[in-house]
């Protein structure tokens, strides 16, 4: 699955993001780089499809589907050059496959703005210069090899088209599979989180590079999550963005459920029957005979899986079938 890492700006709300969406204890600072190194954390995404069929399995586990989110050390104006953990930010932010840039939009005084003020957009321009530049050097550096090997043609002319066309807010995920050995992060999904309440067109993002845009105002998020007297009054909106963005990113969720455990599971779209399986558990990735499906929104009219058989809602299918989002699975072996 996806591998997601946050990036932003020192004190832009990055760890107070991973903690109320993974109720985990992260470091929380008021200071530049409280975070040194990258540490996963885990976001249960609980979905409205997830409860409703929980409700009528009523097993004795509910296990839901997650996302998992790198804490990444946030980079500062010079990352590119190595300044503040720059070239170790760049690397871990390399390794991941998605990438959700978190801005500030808050006002606090005890947490200091590393460049003095809070804006948005001269964040998220320091953040494209210093990823553009680092991706430079990079793009240089390999053009010059495979002109020296004289192999890999290809790659060569599609790193000399990608060196004459950058610049900021241009991305190439076109050519993310073909690239793949140089982890450009130009080539990678990008998604943009603005963090806090303070009033923002959020229009002004839509034309840039980003999939799509989100606000939040984690600081709030995290209170609600933490006090059981404030969720009584005020729903979270955790659940919704988890829920939001695991489709924009491109996952798709299906479930399965046996006697005892009722659970979702995330894929990437296009994944077939077999795919599944083998998340499921290898075993039935290596025995697999065929599978019977049916949507979810089938199965709560019937509310019950031999009944949906016998009405003929249920279908039969083999390994080249394509799972479909909201489809309950049960492997035959």
């Given at each position: ?34 975070t ?59 390794a ?24 948005p ?15 430079k ?7 010059k ?8 043609k ?17 991305r190439?995920e ?12 130009i ?6 989180l ?66 005892e ?26 025995k ?38 909201g ?7």
């Open positions: 699955m996806y591998k997601i890492g946050t990036c932003g700006l020192p004190n832009a709300g990055k760890s107070t993001f991973l903690k109320a969406v993974s109720k985990t204890d992260l470091e929380i600072g008021n200071y530049p780089f409280t040194k190194k990258p540490k996963i954390v885990t976001a249960l995404v609980i979905s409205e499809n997830l409860l409703n069929l929980y409700n009528i399995t009523n097993t004795k586990e509910l296990i839901p589907a997650y996302l998992e989110f790198s804490d990444i050390p946030g980079l500062i104006k010079g990352s590119h050059r190595g300044l503040g953990l720059g070239n170790e930010f760049l690397s871990y932010l390399r991941c496959s998605v990438i959700l840039e978190i801005v500030r939009n808050f006002e606090r005084i005890d947490v200091p703005h590393i460049e003095g003020n809070v804006d957009e001269r964040d998220i321009l320091i953040i494209e210069e210093e990823i553009i530049q680092a991706d050097k990079i793009i240089e550096e390999n053009i090899k495979l002109e020296k090997s004289k192999k890999e290809e790659k060569l002319e599609i790193l000399k088209f990608i060196y004459k066309n950058l610049e900021p807010f241009k190439f076109e050519y993310e599979n073909q690239l793949k050995e140089f982890n450009l992060l080539t990678k999904k990008w998604f943009l603005i963090n806090g309440n303070k009033k923002i067109d959020l229009e002004k993002f839509k034309n840039l590079c980003f999939h799509n845009i989100y606000q939040l105002d984690c600081l709030f998020e995290l209170e609600i999550e933490e006090d059981e007297e404030i969720r009584k009054e005020i729903s979270s909106s955790i659940q919704n963005f988890l829920n939001e963005f695991r489709k924009d990113v491109g996952l798709i969720e299906f479930f399965t459920f046996t006697k455990i009722t659970q979702s599971w995330f894929i990437e779209k296009n994944s077939s029957i077999l795919d599944c399986a083998r998340k499921i558990h290898t075993d039935f990735y290596n697999f005979k065929s599978a019977e499906i049916i949507n979810i929104d089938d199965f709560l009219k019937y509310k019950d899986w031999e009944e949906a058989k016998n009405k003929g809602a249920i279908k039969q299918v083999g390994k080249d079938y394509i799972v479909q989002e489809d309950i699975i049960k492997i035959l072996i």
